[in-house]
Structures are given as C-alpha cells and as structure tokens.
C-alpha cells in the first residue's frame, strides 16, 4: 500500500468502483452474493441479467449492481458514509428499472395485469460510522405528517462490510470476505 502523501491522485471512490466492477459486471460474483444474501445455492450464473442503470441514458440515475435473477429485481448498493435517503433513492431506482425491463409494447393501463420480479433491497455498507452487523431502513421513514399505517413501502436492509462484521456471510461469498479485507488494508496504510 502507499502512503496518501506520495503525490499519486487517488480515486475516493475506489470502494464503490471496485464494488461495481467485482459484482456488476461479473455474473458468477453477482451470483455468489446473492446466493449468501439469501442462503441458496444456485450455481447457474447465466440465468442472471444484469440490470444496473447507466447514468448517460438515466439522466444521473445511476446505481451500483442491480439484476434478476429467479422472480426477484435485486438492486444492491455500495456505500461508505450513511445515508438516510437510500430508501427514497431505491424507489426511484426501482421505477427507472421497472421502466427498463417492461416491454415497450406491453400496457399497464389493459385489464391484464402486467407481472413483475419481487423487489430485494440490500445496501453494503462499509463506511466508519456504524457499528452493528445490519440494520433497516423505510421509505415511510421520510414521509411527512404520517398518520396510520403507509400506503407505500420499501425497506431497505443494510449489511455491514467491514472486516469483522457479519461473518457468515464472508464464509459464504469469498470475492466479498476479499473485498472487506482491501478496503481495511486501505484505510489502515
């Protein structure tokens, strides 16, 4: 590891763009990351479409890795600082990719209801901040003058990253047990 002060420009977001890349771009990483978020052992990553938004056609819409895999629309995003709006950003993510995967040609205003995958919200944290293992957030968190229950939901689990943290899940995905240990050697040098 270098030292920050050797005059080499570092990129600040080099945790969030090696997310992307170990888990956007590779479907048999996406699917061993799935499989530990949720406890199965699928081995067909080829079955899995990837989905992310790409901020040049979604003006700035941009997420981190999201795909389908079975009937689910899983969105997973990176970050290193809380955040108390990824629940309002998720709804918004969600509604741009529902956009994306629905056929042009299909109607949402016929008398056929148009299915669509379950959405699965995870944030992976690995900022300084926080010290339990995961925790949820609601959309409903940030509605103003909420009286009885609401009428829209989104929940969002956040799992912390950082080495130490949710170990059976590092057990069960190898690429991010590596990644946590990066980004501590990182932040320790």
């Not at 920050?4 to 990483?29: C, H, I, Q, S, W």
């Not at 109607?107 to 669509?116: A, D, P, T």
């Not at 690995?126 to 003058?145: C, I, M, Q, R, Y």
């Amino acid at each position: 590891c270098m030292k920050a002060n050797d005059g080499v420009n570092y990129n600040r977001n080099y945790k969030d763009t090696l997310f992307r890349k170990l888990f956007g771009e590779n479907r048999e990483n996406a699917l061993s990351l799935y499989n530990a978020v949720n406890g199965t052992h699928y081995t067909n990553a080829e079955d899995l479409e990837f989905t992310t938004l790409d901020d040049v056609v979604y003006m700035k819409m941009k997420n981190d890795v999201s795909f389908i895999f079975g009937n689910y629309l899983n969105l997973y995003e990176h970050q290193s600082t809380l955040n108390p709006n990824m629940p309002l950003r998720g709804l918004l993510y969600f509604a741009d990719m529902y956009r994306q995967i629905i056929p042009a040609s299909e109607r949402i205003y016929g008398s056929k209801l148009q299915e669509i995958p379950a959405p699965k919200y995870i944030v992976f944290y690995n900022g300084t901040e926080k010290k339990k293992d995961h925790w949820v957030n609601h959309l409903s968190e940030a509605f103003e003058n909420l009286s009885g229950e609401p009428k829209l939901e989104l929940e969002v689990l956040t799992l912390n990253i950082n080495e130490g943290h949710n170990e059976e899940l590092m057990e069960q995905c190898q690429t991010l047990r590596e990644y946590a240990q990066y980004v501590h050697c990182v932040r320790k040098y």
